[in-house]
């Protein structure tokens, strides 16, 4: 049950990045969350770490954890639903009793879209900031 | 919900803060250069920090030398705001969004509303932003928020007109991007900095 999970990332992580007003994907966790995460054997399986879409499945339930930026002409709030919503859509059948956890990390302007990983058109983890 | 559980709205808040200050991002802009680069990249808090320590930097090249050398030695000015800066490039606190589903647990960070706020601030002529504060249990769905603000003014604006755009422009972005329920803004004017009024402070 647990092997497609990487597939099922990818496939949330398509489906966010081509939601409208969404700027980018952020890793689901800090790396400090992530080391301190690392033990906990609840964790049956997981895709954190290995991509842009935390996705794990804890005691039968399926997980899911995005944190993203949003374009600052969308009002945020109407964002992160439709971010959810988005999520929902691509988990498809097994998005009954599935835990959507949606965080709007940052508000960008057009500006800023070459900072943020996963800006589409960017090919991916783009440059650091100002040395573009 | 304990702290433990790792599948509530805690999960976001505070722990996500990465711990990079921004000492560490003020080196990283100077030199061009850091282990921890990849980092940067891809934390919204580093980023958020990067956007206000760049935007300081315009508005200190913005000023004459003299008025810049006066308001960092006489009283402190630019040392206060980069200690508010400190602060505020954290994820903070979560701020729910109300979800349509009840297995969801959608929020946004203080830190990215508070960069928000200071980015539309620094947007107004005549302004920067020295601290930002949301006060309020925001943590709560619509909880009743205020807004509190430092600023400082650059000499030749009338402050009155100043201050009321100000306070207009955050509040038109709380209330599109939050659903907290704003009680005001509060704004102080703390320095009033220019080429004919270097460093007086505002009665």
């Not at chain 2, 000015?77 to 979560?94: F, H, K, M, P, V």
């Not at chain 2, 755009?165 to 009680?183: C, G, I, K, N, P």
Request: charged share 25%.
């Amino acid at each position: 049950m647990t092997t497609d999970l990487p597939d099922l990332a990818r496939a949330i992580e398509a489906q966010v990045m081509a939601t409208e007003g969404v700027a980018g994907l952020y890793p689901p966790h800090s790396a400090l969350r992530t080391i301190l995460e690392a033990g906990r054997a609840r964790t049956v399986a997981a895709t954190d770490g290995e991509g842009l879409v935390g996705l794990r499945e804890e005691a039968g339930t399926l997980v899911v954890h995005i944190r993203f930026a949003g374009l600052s002409e969308y009002p945020g709030p109407a964002l992160v639903r439709r971010v959810a919503t988005a999520v929902r859509h691509a988990l498809g059948d097994r998005a009954e009793g599935a835990e959507v956890r949606v965080q709007l990390c940052a508000f960008m302007a057009g500006a800023d879209l070459p900072d943020v990983a996963g800006t589409p058109g960017a090919g991916g983890v783009a440059g650091p900031p100002g040395q573009d | 919900m304990s702290e433990d559980d790792t599948r509530g709205v805690g999960d976001h808040s505070p722990a996500d803060d990465c711990g990079h200050s921004i000492d560490e991002l003020a080196d990283y802009l100077a030199t061009g250069s850091s282990p921890y680069e990849g980092h940067y990249r891809q934390c919204p808090q580093c980023q958020s920090g990067l956007a206000s320590l760049r935007s300081l930097g315009d508005l200190t090249r913005s000023l004459a030398e003299d008025d810049a050398r006066i308001a960092a030695e006489s009283d402190g000015w630019l040392q206060d705001i980069l200690s508010n800066l400190r602060l505020e490039t954290r994820a903070g606190r979560s701020i729910p969004v109300a979800s349509d589903d009840p297995d969801d647990g959608l929020s946004e960070t203080e830190g990215a509303v508070v960069a928000l706020i200071r980015r539309t601030g620094d947007g107004i002529d005549g302004v920067t932003i020295g601290k930002c504060r949301l006060h309020g249990d925001i943590t709560e769905p619509g909880a009743q928020t205020r807004v509190e603000l430092s600023v400082t003014a650059l000499h030749g604006y009338r402050l009155p007109t100043l201050v009321d755009a100000l306070r207009s422009a955050v509040a038109e972005a709380l209330t599109t991007h939050t659903e907290l329920d704003l009680q005001g803004v509060d704004i102080t004017v703390t320095d009033l900095f220019g080429t004919d009024g270097a460093g007086e402070d505002q009665p």
